[in-house]
């Protein structure tokens, strides 16, 4: 019981020392540089089952291909009670990774460090951006957010190309759980005129008790304050269209009406995992925009820009969300 507690106001850490299969974790950090040409996702994690081992994804944003390292589950290490993760002779945490990769599907080497990282709030109530949820026992995705924008600092070498990324922007999330869901739609953009703003937005098929629901979970970080919408929130989801080039989605509550204009771009495959193994193929782009609007109920405009650089994914059987 403390150990489950302690994993769940912990949501950063690693929560699969004590599961069983099926079970994966996975981290995903974007780096974009400061002169805003590249882009990368780099993804490390650990799946459990018959084909049971660690990996370190990459992700080229900027011209969609991709690389799968993986690594015998010997190789993976897991601090237990903070996130402290190690894969071969690569590490990572919420200020810094560190890769270290020679394979025949490419190389990796290179610190990068991460200052000032903005971390989704936690709370014994609402323990990160799950809400509520959180506390759920046997959910088949649970989902965290480590840092909503942060400064980089340091350059990798990516198949013998150093790239710098002094001065470049980042964005940390997870996932962990049995499987992904059947159909989801998720967005990311923390490149918005305003420095340091941040949108977060997903929706996927939930199962519960049996059923189903669709389960929706945003965070717009502006100027110091968090703007929540999700299921738990008692938010209303007005329209969502998902259509072949663009997500247009309107959200209200008692006190906000947010809409979200997301325009899709070319991207690459990524691996995402079901109950047997990485074997869910995932077009992701980190070149979509996303025009996101805040307002009050009585029409006063919070915030309005458009989201650079946005990570993208619309995956699975799109009609149940709709």
């Not at 990774?97 to 290179?110: Q, T």
């Not at 014994?124 to 924008?149: K, N, Q, T």
């Not at 150093?162 to 992904?180: A, H, L, P, V």
């Not at 329209?239 to 008692?254: F, G, P």
Request: overall charge neutral; proline content about 4%; hydrophobic content about 40%.
């Amino acid at each position: 019981m403390r150990r489950y507690f302690r994993q769940t106001m912990t949501p950063a850490m690693y929560h699969g020392h004590q599961a069983k299969a099926p079970f994966f974790e996975g981290w995903y950090f974007k780096l974009i540089s400061a002169d805003e040409s590249h882009r990368y996702a780099i993804i490390p994690g650990v799946i459990l089952g018959d084909q049971a081992h660690a990996f370190i994804q990459v992700l080229n944003g900027s011209d969609g291909s991709s690389a799968y390292h993986s690594f015998p589950l010997e190789e993976f290490w897991a601090a237990r009670n903070e996130f402290d993760i190690r894969i071969g002779s690569s590490s990572f945490s919420s200020s810094r990774l560190s890769l270290d990769v020679e394979a025949l599907e490419g190389s990796l080497r290179g610190e990068l460090r991460f200052k000032d990282p903005i971390p989704w709030p936690v709370s014994w109530r609402s323990p990160g951006i799950m809400g509520w949820y959180a506390w759920v026992p046997a959910m088949e995705c649970y989902h965290g957010v480590l840092s909503f924008d942060h400064s980089i600092h340091g350059s990798l070498q990516v198949d013998g190309q150093r790239i710098n990324f002094e001065g470049g922007r980042g964005y940390i999330e997870k996932d962990w759980g049995k499987s992904f869901p059947s159909a989801w739609v998720w967005f990311q953009s923390n490149h918005f005129d305003s420095p340091g703003s941040c949108i977060t937005a997903s929706v996927a098929v939930i199962p519960w008790m049996g059923s189903s629901f669709n389960g929706f979970i945003i965070g717009l970080w502006h100027e110091g304050v968090l703007y929540r919408f999700a299921t738990y929130t008692g938010a209303i989801i007005e329209s969502l269209e998902i259509a072949q080039d663009h997500v247009h989605w309107i959200l209200r509550d008692s006190k906000y009406t947010l809409e979200m204009h997301a325009h899709k771009a070319k991207g690459g495959l990524i691996l995402g995992p079901t109950r047997v193994d990485m074997g869910k193929r995932v077009n992701e782009t980190l070149r979509a925009t996303v025009d996101v609007r805040l307002r009050r109920i009585d029409g006063a405009e919070i915030f309005n820009g458009r989201g650079m650089h946005a990570g993208l994914e619309v995956q699975g059987d799109i009609d149940r969300l709709r």
